[in-house]
Each structure stands twice: as C-alpha cells, then as structure tokens.
C-alpha cells in the first residue's frame, strides 16, 4: 500500500459519504413502532389477536421465543453503527460512541446488552515518566452500582467524530489538552469475491497515533473484554482464560474459553507489532477494575501473567485486557493495532439434534483452538483486505454523478448481509450431494428476514435484497437457490392452523416454493416454511420470483449449468401458477386475500403487482427454454394472451 494511500486511510474519510456524526450526538427524531390501531380497525383484528396470543403462549410454554414476538417486540436503539465480523460466523455490534453491542453469537438469535466492561482505554505519559491523561475512551456515564469505578469515564463527545463506510468504521478523538490525536479505524473481512477471508469471525482495531506536541510522549491504548454477551448466562459459562502468542511471537494477547448455551466459544483478544506488548488475564468486570486501571496508572501498562485463570466459582464473570505501549516523538505518529476474534466452530439450533460446522472451519479447523491462529491471521492481512475493499468502493465512492448519501447507503446498508443473523455452515457429507453440488465446496448459507421476523431466507424479500449476493458473493445466491430448488418438491405434512383465518393446512406442499427455509428456534433447513400467518402455497408471487432470480442470475454468470439444475423446478412452479388463472386468458388471478408479499392486503382479480411478476417470469421461461434449447410454445402462447388481458384489465383508466 501506497504511503498517499496508508495516509488516507488513517484518518476519517473527509468526503461528504459515509455516515458521520459526533459522539455527542442526540437524534432529533423519537420514533415508536408501537403504532395503536383505531377504533374502528379493532374489531377484524380481534380474531386474529386471540389466534396470535394462543399460538405465541404455546411456543412460550415450550420454552422457546415465538419468531414474532409482539410481547416483547425489538425496539430499535439509535446507538448503532457499523457492526464487526465477517458473514455468517456470528457478529458483534458496535454502537457510534464505541459500545460492544447486539451480540449474535447463537446464530440468529441476538442478545441486545451494551457490556461496560468492553472498552479502549488511553494513558498519556509525559517525557519523564509521568501519567498526565488516562481515560476510557467512551463519552458514557460511569456504569451503575461499583462497576469499573476506578475508571474514568465521560470522554467529551464534542471532541470525538465517528464514520461508517461499512464494512469499516473510524473514530477519531481529539484530545486538545495533549495535542493528541487518537483514530481508530475499524476493518472487518466482508469482500466481494473473497469466500475464505469474508467467512471469518473478527475484526481489527488500527490505532493511530499523533502527537502533536513538541514533546516525545509515551502512549499506551488498552482493550478491555469480558466473557458472555451481557446477559444471565454470563455467569453459567465455568469460563476461564489463558494467554497466548502467535506468529513467533509478533501476536501476543488473551484468549475466554467459555460456554454459550451448550456451545463452546472462545474470544480472543490480541495486539501485534510493537515490542511492548502486555496483557491481563483476569479482572473483575462488575468490581471497581482496580486491576486494570492502577499498573496503567503507575507504569503505562498491564502487569503481565504467564499462567492461566480459573475462576473458583463457576458462576464467576472474567474479564481480560491487552495494551499497546509506544513512544510517539514530539510532532510524529505512531500506531498499535489490535484483533478481536470469536471461535465458534460448532454450532445447534435450539430445535435440531444436527451439529454444523461454521464455513470458516474449513481453514482453520473445527477444535475450538483457532484463536490465536486467527488473530495473527487477521493482523497479518487485515491490509490487503482494505486494499480489496477499496478496490471495490472506489468506483462508486469516485463516481461524481453519484449523490454523497447514495455513496453511503449502498454500503452502509449491507451491513445486513454479516449482521442480519447470517449463518454459514460446511454441508454434511450424510447429505451425499452429487460432487458438481456448489454446496460441496461454498457450504450452506442463510440469513434472516429482520431481527424481529427470525425466518432464514425469506424468499419473497430475498427477491429484492438477493441483487447483493448476485453480484458481490454470487456463490452465496448460488447455494441459497440450489437450498430452494430442493424444497420445492419437498413435503410436510403436519398441519397447523393460519393465523390469519383460523384453518387448518399443511406446512409445506410439493410443487410450491416456500416461503422461508426455517427458524432459529426450530431446525431450520430441515422444516421450511415457519411462517405461520397464511398458507403461502397459494401465495401469487413466490413462484414468480424464483424463475426471475434464475434468469437474473444466468444473465450475471452466464452459468449453463446452473441453469440447468434450476430449469425443471422451474418449469414445475410455473405450470402451478397456471392454475390460478381461472379465465385462461393469459393472466393469473388474486383470490380474494393476503396472497403474497403484502401479507394483510387483499387483492382480488387480476392485480398490477402479481400480474408483473407473472408476466415477466413467461418472459424469462421463453429466453432461458431458448438458451437451453427447451420447447417454450406453451409459455409464449400464455405471455401473448395475458399481455393483452393485463393492458384490458388493469390499464384502463380507471
């Protein structure tokens, strides 16, 4: 990397795109989702509220959360920003004021806690040895009751701006009274094109460091972690920690070993590059942190142990910490850079006996020992992959035409793609997939409709947001519709009764593509279709999307094989849908209720939404049949007469 190039990523980008805001910032806006329906609105909603309370209590009783919980529905915070970690491995929130939040380390399932404990701290020390600044480097209140107490807390946010250009982030603080200035820059692997390094669960904190005084200062950031995700079960972990170096020695830091939810995880966290590397294996994260604070107080660093700890109570929580410590001369820069890694390897679903093992296994292994070696893995190439991420945003960051909020939301936005609950496994070789299966070698991948809808691959709006795999990870899209197209023929049989109307149908039909391919709390991949609000196999738009995300995609890749595998189910939902044109003149018809996406408005006829997508999938039938060499008399002949119906019907001015 160029030095030009290393210089400008060091500080905040001073375009207008990416989000930026000061970390005294306080939004104007007061949002409620809680929207109260009128009177007047109540009495149709009745029926299907007791429905709801007695399906949802039934799920409570089994001790599982319902995949839409209206007792305790997600409020969305406004800390957020730019989260960490790469697809599908877990992820770990990051809040614009520098929280470590919104922990998914269960896949799909999140827990909401901002933990105190997990912090950077700065120690400024002058030229003759003497601690003249020392300061969590957070703009919060000192945490509640005698937790981290000794600290000092309350970094002026007005000095402080934080940007988001996913998938990094920067924080830049100004600390005046020092002529310091301190930027984190904040780099997780999500690349285009790059399966290994965007399977990958950590991130790298790159600390800047500039001294803008005439006096040669000595310069210390310290990270802090501790076990869990913030919740009761912090204290069920019999977690105990170890330190550990990696790299010959370049990486030095501390791993958690620990047990979240009958699954074992260990962090890491590690720092590289510099010769005065320390580290702390143990302190009390709901004491007054004494421990980290005073030998950074006295000496500017942590007071290294070599041995493990092993808490004796079990229930006991741990915290840990790694410190850079650099002489930065007067009117120079330094730099100290830092990893934060999860090794996860396997994982359950709350409903399923089936262990999976997390893609980035694949590379490192599946033991449960792959902290350290992932530290130094992303410390030694956390470079080249900014290089890979510029090469890919640049484009679109140096297209003038583009408007600046456009240049940030592109990005931004696909935040969802690692942080919307992803999960990434290797496929099980009992599955025996024939050995040209794209799942063999890029596994099986899913993510969620929204935090507060917990279903996995949503068909009906991964219609919309599957552009981004298409393209960036396309791959991904790949054994995502191959996940598809095997469902479509698949059968469940148990019957449930629909929230919507009260009746009683089956959860899966042949023929039909699903709606979702599983809950979290179930076991998803194995029982599709969790959505319990209508029966989506007579839903209009379904069988629509999929035909017109094969063609999207053969237009991409131009990828005959794929086609290939995707044509028969294809033609099979097609020839379904021709069932729900009752008039046979070309144009399928709505039947009266929510039949598709829009799951409470009721269309009836022939619609402009359904009717589109119906149109545009004969469209794509004729064009792939005619790439593969298929007859499509049938599907020209039903595009020639439902053109003609759509326009009589719909484009009549009324």
């Known amino acids: 990397m160029s030095g030009r190039q290393e210089t400008a990523l060091c500080s905040i980008p001073q375009h207008g795109y990416g989000w930026k805001v000061k970390l005294n910032h306080v939004f104007p806006e007061r949002r409620n989702q809680r929207v109260k329906p009128k009177l007047k609105q109540l009495p149709p909603l009745i029926p299907l509220g007791l429905r709801y309370l007695t399906w949802a209590l039934n799920i409570l009783k089994d001790g599982k959360r ?91 946010g007005s000095n402080a701006q934080y940007c988001a250009l996913y998938p990094r982030a920067w924080t830049e603080y100004k600390i005046h009274e020092h002529k310091v200035t301190l930027t984190c820059r904040q780099v997780s692997p999500v690349i285009p094109h790059n399966y290994k390094d965007s399977s990958l669960p950590c991130a790298v904190f790159v600390w800047d460091v500039e001294n803008g005084s005439n006096e040669d200062l000595q310069i210390s950031i310290t990270m802090t972690f501790k076990n869990g995700t913030g919740g009761k079960d912090d204290k069920k972990g019999n977690c105990w920690t170890e330190a550990f170096d990696e790299a010959g020695g370049d990486v030095k830091g501390v791993m958690i070993h620990q047990v979240i939810r009958a699954m074992k995880c260990t962090y890491g966290i590690a720092c590289s590059n510099n010769d005065h590397i320390t580290t702390e294996t143990h302190f009390n994260p709901n004491g007054p942190g004494y421990e980290i604070w ?24 741990v915290g840990c910490a790694v410190s850079c410590k650099n002489t930065v001369q007067a009117n120079s820069k330094g730099r100290a850079e830092f990893a934060l890694v999860w090794d996860m390897p396997q994982v359950k679903f709350s409903g399923s006996s089936t262990t999976y093992r997390r893609f980035y296994t694949k590379f490192f292994g599946s033991d449960g020992k792959a902290a350290p070696k992932l530290a130094a893995y992303a410390l030694q190439n956390y470079k080249s992959w900014e290089k890979e991420i510029e090469t890919w945003q640049e484009p679109i960051l140096n297209d003038s035409g583009l408007p600046d909020w456009y240049k940030s939301a592109i990005f931004n936005e696909l ?76 059968e469940d049989l148990s019957r449930r009764k629909h929230l919507y109307d009260g009746q009683k149908a089956i959860r899966k039909s042949a023929g039909s593509v699903p709606h979702d391919v599983g809950d979290p709390e179930e076991d998803p991949f194995v029982n599709i279709n969790s959505y319990p609000i209508h029966d989506v196999a007579d839903w209009r738009d379904l069988n629509s999307k999929f035909v017109l995300q094969v063609f999207r995609d053969f237009t991409l890749w131009k990828d005959v094989a794929y086609l290939k595998a995707m044509w028969p189910q294809a033609c099979t939902v097609i020839q379904k849908s021709m069932a729900w044109d009752k008039d046979d003149d070309g144009l399928i018809e709505n039947g009266g209720f929510p039949d598709q996406t829009y799951d409470s408005w009721i269309m009836t006829g022939a619609s402009a939404y359904c009717g589109s997508l119906w149109l545009a999938s004969l469209h794509a039938m004729i064009e792939m049949g005619r790439a593969l060499g298929e007859p499509t008399e049938l599907f020209e002949t039903t595009l020639h007469k439902g053109k003609a119906a759509f326009e009589a019907k719909l484009w009549n001015g009324e």
């Open 66 to 156: 319902p995949l839409m919980n209206y007792f305790k529905m997600k409020t969305g915070k406004q800390i957020y920003g730019a989260p960490i970690g790469g697809i599908g491995a877990g992820t770990i929130g990051r809040g614009f004021r520098g929280e470590f939040c919104r922990y998914q380390m269960r896949p799909g399932i999140y827990s909401y806690h901002v933990l105190a404990a997990n912090q950077f701290l700065v120690t400024i020390r002058n030229s003759e040895g003497t601690t003249v600044y020392q300061q969590v480097l957070s703009p919060h209140k000192k945490p509640k009751s005698n937790r981290l107490s000794s600290w000092k807390w309350e970094f002026d």
């Open 294 to 317: 005073q030998p950074l107080q006295t000496k500017g660093e942590l007071n290294t142990k070599s041995e493990e700890y092993r808490p004796g109570n079990a229930r006991e929580e």
């Open 415 to 490: 935040y969802f793609v690692s942080d919307g609950g992803s999960i990434w496994v290797e496929v099980d070789e009992s599955e025996k997939l024939p050995a040209d299966d794209p799942r063999m070698e890029y596994g099986r991948f899913g993510y969620l409709e929204g935090h507060e809808y917990r279903m996995y691959n949503t068909y009906d709006v991964h219609f919309y947001a599957s552009f981004a795999l298409a393209q960036l990870w396309p791959q991904l899209q790949k054994v995502l519709q191959y996940d598809i197209r095997d469902s479509i023929s698949k």
